[in-house]
T-cell receptor
Framework: DAGITQSPRHKVTETGTPVTLRCHQT?????MYWYRQDPGHGLRLIHY???????DKGEVSDGYSVSRSKTEDFLLTLESATSSQTSVYFC???????????FGSGTRLTVV | DQQVKQNSPSLSVQEGRISILNCDYT??????FLWYKKYPAEGPTFLIS?????DKNEDGRFTVFLNKSAKHLSLHIVPSQPGDSAVYFC??????????????FGQGTILTVHP
């Protein structure tokens, strides 16, 4: 999908376990974002990055952490998964001068 | 505190007719608005956008209208086609300062176009 890949595509995990989702881009874009999609809420921003090692919180960051050690990779970690974190997670990239995001295909995470 | 709202969860229209999707926002700092389309099991894709200095933007069958005084925007699809059936998300951003291009999304509207 236009140089952005999310892995895994699907994951089932148990409550209390740590989980890491990966977003990989080949576009060398500076800005990367993690969103979650839930019925009735649309897409909500979890964390974002504006450069290597430069990250900040979004509106629903509790229980999540991120890391960006390379331009191409943006990792989202659920430190101790809870059932409320069952969701579809989308990564997005944005080039500086343009306004539209390019989204990955998503990761469907189920916490049981 | 939902800053971008799409109050219609779903919309059903007949093929060939007009589809009108609505979106309201509360944050007066928003200066750029976008519409995204999403099919099942895929990521959202960018459809059309409008800057706050304009009140209309057209791209083929898609037109977005912005009414800043009412803090309201709408997406018109004419004529509607069955392939337009998808979830449509409205999004907004305040592109100045330290916004870093963050988008705030609405809840989405499921559009179904019947043949």
């Amino acid at each position: 999908d236009a140089g952005i890949t999310q892995s895994p595509r699907h994951k089932v995990t148990e409550t209390g376990t740590p989980v890491t989702l990966r977003c990989h881009q080949t576009e060398n874009h500076r800005y990367m974002y993690w969103y979650r999609q839930d019925p009735g809420h649309g897409l909500r921003l979890i964390h974002y990055s504006y450069g290597v090692k430069d990250t900040d919180k979004g509106e629903v960051s509790d229980g999540y952490s991120v890391s960006r050690s390379k331009t191409e990779d943006f990792l989202l970690t659920l430190e101790s998964a809870t059932s409320s974190q069952t969701s579809v997670y989308f990564c997005a990239i944005r080039d500086g001068p343009t306004y539209g995001y390019t989204f990955g295909s998503g990761t469907r995470l189920t916490v049981v | 505190d939902q800053q971008v709202k799409q109050n219609s969860p779903s919309l059903s229209v007949q093929e060939g007719r007009i589809s009108i999707l609505n979106c309201d926002y509360t944050n007066s700092m928003f200066d750029y608005f976008l519409w995204y389309k999403k099919y099942p099991a895929e990521g959202p894709t960018f459809l059309i956008s409008i800057s706050s200095i304009k009140d209309k933007n057209e791209d083929g069958r898609f037109t977005v209208f912005l009414n800043k005084s009412a803090k309201h925007l709408s997406l018109h699809i004419v004529p509607s086609q069955p392939g337009d059936s998808a979830v449509y998300f409205c999004a907004a951003s305040a592109f100045g300062g330290t916004s870093y291009g963050k988008l705030t999304f609405g809840q989405g509207t499921i559009l179904t176009v019947h043949p």
